[in-house]
């Protein structure tokens, strides 16, 4: 164990166990036991004493009760159901913390958009990717919502969460997010159902080098090389990277070498001491502050980083 994993260890449980078992190799009943501490102290205990009798957060499906549309300053507000359910699910905590929660949902959450339920999903591609694999967590009927995305796969490949607008191209970030919903559905329930759709659209992705657009070699955005955690919804090099080391080891496949470029943009941001920084905090109400302000030394992205990198190295 080095100084960058001591300073890592020194954490909130719902970080210090990931960093137990993927960079320090530890043995499952000492991560296990560090996890299960997520539910009781910390993050996630916070956010799951949040929780409303109703079984949402903040009032709402993804956004919160009375939240006033059109105000784009002030961001996107990471308090409500969804967004809590995404934070406590990559926490790993337990479903059993939540019993009751699918069917408190089921019962009583409607989404924004035609109030539709809560479990059906809407049309956007990535609130129905999160729904997806926190359905699959929480032991809900999401079977419906799974067959949603080979229908609406576009014809490059990946998808888009503007295609009820018209859209006819797919967009990196809505696949980025379908793809991580189907690969956790995958990986908690076994069926391989969207496993042919899944590799498609990695195949959207790695056709451009997660980096590159197509049409004129240039780089996607230039957000794509700039890292902050939460990571929430956004795209960019780490987030996509995340997603390929936990598909290639869920397939059971060495890492492709057209991930090169992103790994070696992400290797470039590395400070001499080890870290990496906090790009910036992502605008937007949220029940607590998780990571630090941009600029500073992020434990978070530093440990995503450096998964990223020993699994990418560890195969070369």
Known sequence: MNDIHAWLLDSDPALAWQVERDLLAADQQRWQSTRDR???EGFGARLLALQDEDGQWAGGAFFPAGFGFGND???????ATTWSLNTLREYGVDAEHLKGTAE?????????YDDLPYWGGEVDACINA???????????DVTALRDWFPAHQMDDGGWNCEWVDGSTRSSVQSTLNSLKGMLDYEQRTGDETLRASRLRGQEYLLERRLLWRLSDGELIAPWVDKFAYPFRAFYNALTALDYFRAASLHDDLDPDPRLADAVEVLRADRQPDGTWLQARRHPGDVWFEVDVEGGEPSKWVTFHAMRVLDWWDAAR
């Open 130 to 140: 999160f729904t997806l694999a926190n359905g699959a967590w929480l032991g809900a």
């Open 38 to 40: 997520v539910a009781t």
């Open 104 to 112: 408190l949902l089921d019962a009583n959450s409607l989404w924004e």
């Open 73 to 79: 300053e002030e961001g996107q507000p990471w308090t």
